[in-house]
């Protein structure tokens, strides 16, 4: 994607008017409620939210929304990927209010049009997890932790490196309630797969080590924490 790159390299100014320009040059080629317009308008949000012109990013992600729900349906699934991605703004201000049901009405569109075991389900479920994790509702982000980790393992297989990133989140999300030995355990778990999945030396494994470390600092296990 041009817009982020041009962002990564610290050419912010750069980056918004290739995002404009790119946006009129497919409103004025696809029209107003084309599909590519609609990714124009994506990238302009996905600009707006990295620069943290939260208002911008709002009314562009909400127009792309009204596109891909005259393309696709309102229950199409562009439109549940528009709705997690406001959401993720929401919950980035702190809006929890306005984002649970866009987070829930995503859940809904996916498990309706790709089935209960999907992957892209568990992606919904751990999105609505942080969001509860986020808001301090640790009891109500368990059980969809452990639903997204059950479908990864169903559909993915138990060594995939998907299902070692959900057994790292449970991890967290235990250190987080003080449940100290189950995390310990999810973290093993993890750092066993990604091993297996992506090799001892791939930055998965270091991140999740440290996650370890620090599990063990905050037990008092200092000769484990090192």
């Known amino acids: 994607n041009k817009v982020v790159q041009l962002y990564q ?32 308008y994506s990238n302009v949000w996905e600009l707006n939210r990295l620069l ?54 995503a859940l809904k569109i ?5 089935g209960e075991n999907n ?11 942080i969001f509860y994790r986020a808001k301090g509702e640790l009891s109500k982000a368990e059980p969809l932790l452990n639903e997204a980790l059950a479908i990864r393992e169903k559909s993915l297989g138990k060594e995939h490196a998907d299902v070692a990133i959900s057994l790292n989140n449970i991890a967290e999300l ?5 449940k100290y ?9 993890s750092i066993a797969v990604f091993e297996k999945a992506l090799g001892k030396n791939h930055p998965n494994v270091a991140v999740v080590m440290r996650n370890l470390s620090s599990l063990y600092t905050e037990m008092g296990k200092k000769d ?3």
């Not at 992957?119 to 997890?129: D, G, M, T, Y």
């Not at 030995?181 to 778990?189: G, I, L, T, V």
């Open 9 to 40: 390299a610290g050419r912010h100014k750069d980056a918004v008017i290739y995002a404009n320009e790119a946006l009129k040059l497919a409103k004025d080629t696809y029209g107003n409620n084309d599909g590519k317009t609609a990714i124009s």
């Open 52 to 105: 943290q012109n939260y208002n911008e990013a709002e009314k562009s992600l909400k127009k792309a929304i009204k596109i891909d729900e005259k393309i696709s349906g309102k229950d199409g699934l562009p439109v549940a990927k528009d709705l997690n991605n406001l959401a993720v703004l929401y919950r980035g201000q702190g809006k929890f209010n306005d984002a649970e049901p866009l987070l829930n009405r």
């Open 110 to 114: 996916r498990k309706a049009k790709l």
């Open 119 to 129: 992957p892209e389900i568990a992606v919904s479920l751990n999105n609505l997890a």
């Open 174 to 178: 235990y250190k987080a309630e003080k």
């Open 181 to 189: 030995p189950e995390s310990e355990a999810m973290y093993k778990r």
């Open 224 to 226: 484990e924490a090192k």
